[in-house]
């Protein structure tokens, strides 16, 4: 019996080994199946505190989430708002990420010191200014951010930018003289491309002065739009001069001339805003050169842009699209205006705010409809949220914290069963008691500037920009939007997506096909637009 075991069991491993050997490549994919196993469930399991936001796993394990994000851009949230959770966190490979799709806890972030943006600001920069190593570094390890930070908010103070409005209107004032002739009609086949190019040099002009780069080459300004348009691909860093080649040149270009205003301390002119020569004065002083700063500040001329110019043309294709609202706008904008039936035309953009309540309402409605970008904050120390219910979550150091303008600005239990339509007089004041408590959820909903001392420092540049625009062309103009046939419609074009380097979404292949024919209204041929502020 024994011998008969111990043949049977030298039978056994004989089999086996002869198998292995046969089939070796079968057992090593079966081990390497077992490993990867293990890795996945390591991979898809980052370390969880209870206490941290609920876990919102991805449909597809370990990279679900991430290629969401990629496919999706900034929408990617607003596909999670299905899963009914206010906050939580999400699985991204070995990490994680804290998601918020309520309101209150946004502006519980906005309130946090522990949870800042300006970590972003540094990673966001160099992938889009090309810099090196060297000028990460001294992002990095000195005060140049914050000291940049501190230099913005004391630039955009009344004085400076009432300063910057009159430059930035004066061009804009020159543009209406000359955009129709008497009774003759100015059209174009696409406003939106109309409202970029005299925008961007308008605010060129406002930032810059005399020496507005823009101004020596205009064909810069498509550089400043193809850049914006393809920062994304340049953004992911692969190979950027092939890869985003397009996008690459226009930073280069743009860096060459910007290089060239600050290297001949152009910035030092007295009609120069008081941004750009605070910006250029704190890189300065650690330690860039001119030439260096130039290549910086495509920043500057990025942000002022990329978001105000699509915002303005939303407002206007909102507006000019209903002839209705365009009367009760006018009736409502040229009490505002000193009028003495030729000559000047001035307009007190402080005003508005107060004399103006239906124009501004459409103008916030305007943001709220195209707003659509990620806010982004870094944990720096472990904190809590407390939500309105009074339940607390711990986010932790190290985490990214993400929500998402299109979610909150479109949720129904803030705007109401419309939230996803233009209503002109959604934000008209209300002083009803027993609206008080919608006014409060509205504007906590509201997240278009971010908020905290976050906020953004241009807001009031911009709403003196395109508010005094507009209300030039209601009252001094015959404005109508236009089909791919050149006949009036009301048809609004269709929004593009949201990149994750824009907050305000652009139209559908830039507009195309939704035109404008301006004319001079009776009385008005003659009128030379002023502003002050």
């Given amino acids: 019996m024994a011998g008969n075991g111990t043949a049977q069991t030298g039978g056994i491993l004989s089999f086996l080994v002869r198998d292995v050997q046969k089939s070796s490549s079968l057992y090593v994919t079966a081990a390497m199946l077992l490993v990867f196993a293990m890795l996945l469930h390591r991979f898809s399991s980052p370390e969880m505190d209870e206490r941290e936001p609920p876990r919102m796993k991805p449909r597809i394990p370990i990279i679900g989430h991430l290629l969401g994000m ?15 959770m206010a906050i939580a966190t999400l699985p991204i490979l070995n990490g994680k990420l804290y998601g ?42 000195s005060t140049l951010v914050p000291d940049m930070f501190e230099s913005i908010h004391k630039s955009m103070a009344a004085d400076h930018l009432h300063r910057m409005n009159a430059n930035a209107l004066a061009y804009v004032s020159d543009v209406l003289d000359d955009v129709c002739k008497g009774s003759e009609a100015y059209e174009t086949t696409s406003l939106f491309t109309w409202i970029r190019d005299l925008m961007t040099m308008a605010t060129a002009e406002a930032l810059y002065g005399p020496c507005n780069p823009l101004r020596m080459d205009a064909s810069l300004m498509d550089d400043v739009w193809t850049f914006d348009t393809d920062l994304p691909i340049l953004m992911l860093g692969v190979v950027p001069s092939i890869t985003a080649k397009k996008c690459y040149n226009a930073r280069e270009r743009l860096q060459a001339a910007l290089s060239d205003y600050y290297g001949n301390n152009r910035d030092y002119h007295e009609d120069a805003s008081q941004i750009v020569k605070d910006r250029a004065a704190v890189l300065r002083k650690h330690g860039m050169s001119g030439e260096g700063v130039g290549l910086f500040e495509i920043a500057l001329l990025h942000v002022a842009t990329s978001n105000t110019i699509p915002t303005l043309f939303w407002f206007m294709a909102y507006i000019f699209s209903r002839p209705e609202l365009v009367a009760r706008l006018r009736d409502e904008v040229l009490p505002v205006i000193h009028h003495s039936g030729g000559g000047d035309a001035t307009i007190d ?11 501004v309402s459409c103008y916030r409605e305007s943001i709220r409809m195209s707003s659509k970008g990620m806010c982004n904050r870094k944990v720096l120390e472990d904190t809590t949220l407390t939500d309105g219910n009074g339940r607390s979550y711990v986010l932790k150091k190290g985490c990214s914290v993400q929500m998402s303008s299109q979610v909150i600005h479109l949720l129904e239990k803030s705007w109401g069963p419309d ?34 001392r ?21 009252a001094g103009f015959e404005v109508s939007t236009l089909d791919e046939k050149m006949q009036q419609t009301d048809r609004v074009p269709e929004q ?4 994750m380097t824009s907050a305000a979404v652009k139209p559908v292949e830039n507009g195309a096909g939704f035109g404008v024919r301006v004319r001079k209204r009776e009385g008005w041929e003659n009128v030379k637009w002023r502003y002050i502020s």
């Avoid at 593009?496 to 990149?499: I, T």
């Fill in 349 to 359: 953009i402080e005003t508005l705010d107060e004399r103006c309540p239906l124009l």
């Fill in 70 to 84: 990629i496919w999706h851009q900034s929408g990617y949230f607003k596909t999670l708002e299905n899963r009914n």
């Fill in 454 to 474: 976050h906020l953004c420092p241009g807001r009031n540049f911009a709403f003196a920009e395109n508010l005094g625009f507009v209300v030039s062309l209601l």
């Fill in 419 to 452: 939230s996803s339509r233009f209503v002109p007089d959604r934000f008209m004041p209300n002083s009803s008691k027993a609206d008080a408590e919608s006014e409060k959820i509205k504007r906590a909903s509201f997240i278009a500037f971010g908020g905290g």
């Fill in 496 to 499: 593009g997506a949201c990149s």
């Fill in 100 to 141: 918020i799709w309520d309101p209150t806890l946004v502006q519980a972030v906005f309130k946090n010191r522990d949870l800042s943006f300006e970590p972003y600001a540094v990673d966001f920069a160099q992938r889009e200014l090309g810099f090196n190593n060297e000028v990460l570094k001294l992002l990095q390890e």
